[in-house]
């Protein structure tokens, strides 16, 4: 039986990974009394007792607990932003490339991509590669999560506003990062292979859970091609990967009286691609759950990964 300790298991993504683990009968979970969270001695005694730590930390916190390991039999999942795009890890993204699936399961560290990222990278990175965008396309990125992206306290704020029922004060739709500078732009713009930082607007819907990416383009970079062809290109590159979906091309089956959804990948680690073009503009459309294939379910697959079984253990 494999030993896994979640460093951060009270917070909303150690949550629910501990949810998705603690029915498994191959994991045992090895817990952490809540007096002890910050002990740092109490701490490293478990991560250098077990197979693989979880972490669900902010920035700083996640360094310090890496810090901390002398066993180097122990793998390190990092779910925080920390090692993203630092050259020792590998990202933990087994879509991204044919070889990338096996760095995961070779690798000591492995970093959990964001949520944004995994919905943009998927879209682009393959038409990057492709030649489809050139890598200095100046990209703009529109996107929108559920609140529980924000973690505990933007939660608490948006179910205060609820039972409240101050319908006045209800936040429907809230852009921010608007200073442009939002912390998920490294890992965008290095595993996608592009030059420039790409323009990215994200916002926070009045739903918990859901998300949608989107990338709108301009027909003029496929030149004589069909529209089509941005979708053979993506049932190409995804055709055997268990987790993500693509639609046809102006697939209408994916609306709801014109309107596309942000929740119906909620409870799945799936992530839906889907391609919207006009005369003379395309829309890529990523759906995801901020919460699987956005977190908790990227953090799970990359474990299973990392265990050497089955990639879809434990996930839906």
């Not at 030649?131 to 505990?152: E, L």
């Amino acid at each position: 039986m494999h030993k896994v300790f979640i460093d951060g298991q009270a917070g909303t993504t150690g949550l629910q990974i501990n949810k998705r683990l603690s029915v498994r009968d191959d994991i045992e979970v090895i817990n952490i009394a809540d007096a002890d969270r910050k002990n740092p001695s109490i701490k490293k005694d478990i991560i250098n007792s077990i197979d693989v730590v979880i972490l669900c930390l902010p920035d700083e916190a996640a360094r310090e607990s890496v810090s901390l390991i002398e066993n180097r039999d122990v793998k390190v999942l990092d779910a925080s932003t920390a090692h993203r795009v630092h050259p020792d890890w590998v990202y933990g993204l087994p879509e991204l490339s044919p070889g990338q699936r096996e760095k995961i399961k070779t690798a000591r560290w492995v970093s959990v991509p964001g949520c944004y990222p995994t919905g943009f990278i998927l879209a682009t990175a393959p038409l990057v590669k492709a030649g489809i965008i050139p890598s200095d396309y100046p990209i703009t990125i529109q996107a929108v999560s559920g609140y529980s992206g924000g973690g505990r306290q933007m939660i608490e704020s948006y179910r205060e506003q609820e039972d409240r029922k101050d319908f006045t004060k209800i936040w429907p739709y809230r852009p921010y990062a608007l200073q442009l500078a939002h912390k998920h732009l490294p890992e965008m713009r290095l595993y996608t292979g592009l030059k420039h930082k790409p323009l990215f607007v994200p916002a926070v819907a009045h739903i918990k859970q859901g998300m949608l990416v989107m990338v709108a383009l301009h027909r003029h970079l496929l030149k004589d091609s069909d529209p089509s062809y941005i979708v053979r290109t993506f049932m190409s590159c995804y055709q055997s990967e268990p987790f993500i979906r693509v639609a046809a091309l102006n697939d209408m089956d994916q609306l709801e009286n014109g309107f596309l959804s942000p929740v119906d990948c909620n409870g799945t680690n799936n992530l839906d691609l889907m391609v919207f073009a006009g005369e003379e503009q395309l829309l890529l459309v990523s759906r995801l759950d901020n919460l699987g294939k956005g977190a908790s379910g990227a953090a799970v697959q990359n474990l299973n990964l990392m265990l050497s079984v089955d990639e879809s253990t434990g996930l839906v």
